[in-house]
């Protein structure tokens, strides 16, 4: 497995011969299709984060993430949903699928 | 290292998100044609009804374009949530003008993408979108063609009724 990209908790490896991912989540190492991946980074991107600073729309700062059509559910804390995105950004950009760096670099 | 992404999606994810907006917004287009129709049956302006009943449909097949053409690329496409969808309208007159107004915004969203994809280098988003950029001056030209029969044959009398009739000339 090689390494895509390391967050400050989570690790995004590829698996070539497997033909998957896997996000390293500390207490758990997740199998993901790319299918899988998308369906994280649209979750993931759709994660209010602004809401996190307001206890009327998040009263505790938390957010639910299940993954994998429901087999891995992960309970997250504002830091842990930010360090997500960014290593969902950067996985994508990494992987190539993302125009983020080709874009800036023109 | 093998480059498994690229093998399973040949479209960049900023693309894909332009691209599930632009469903939205075709969704939402569908939607409020539907509900102009629904003005337009309970006001007497039963020919503009069918209009907008086609014009919802049209709509829908767009999105569906679009939708499949992300499950071709191995993308992720994503159901749209349709939410605030107006069903007040003034007169026929505030029906066309709202339609016209909506048609410029999906203009302009196309464009945009077209836009991006091009900055992307994202060559088969660019061409893809190609048949839209063509149908939306065939779908802006419509409703502005509308506009002026409205203001040629003017509302007063039997105005109205001859405005409803002459839609029929846009049902294809």
Known sequence: MNVIFQSTYYTLYQAANERCYYIDFGQKLVRMSLCQLLSLRHKVNTIAIENHFDSDLNAHGFE??????????????TLEVLDLKNLVDHGFVA??????TEVLSQ | MKDIARQSMSIKVESMDLLNGQIKMEAHASATYLAMASWCEQNGFFTSAKFFFKQA???????MKIFNFLVDTGGNPISPEVTNINHDYSSITDVFESTLEHEVKVTKS???????????GDIATERFLDWFVME??????????ILDMIEVTGTEG??????????ANWIE
């Not at chain 1, 639910?64 to 804390?77: A, S, T, W």
């Open chain 2, 158 to 167: 039997v105005g109205l009724q001859m405005i409803d009739n002459q839609v």
């Open chain 1, 95 to 100: 992987i190539g699928l993302s125009a983020k």
């Open chain 1, 64 to 77: 639910v993430l299940m993954l994998c059509n429901k087999e891995h559910l992960f309970i997250l804390n």
């Open chain 2, 136 to 145: 939306q001056i065939e779908e802006e030209n419509t409703v502005r063609d």
């Open chain 2, 110 to 120: 196309i464009h945009n993408i077209v836009k991006k994809a091009r900055e992307a």
């Open chain 2, 57 to 63: 449909e049209e709509e829908r097949e767009h999105m």
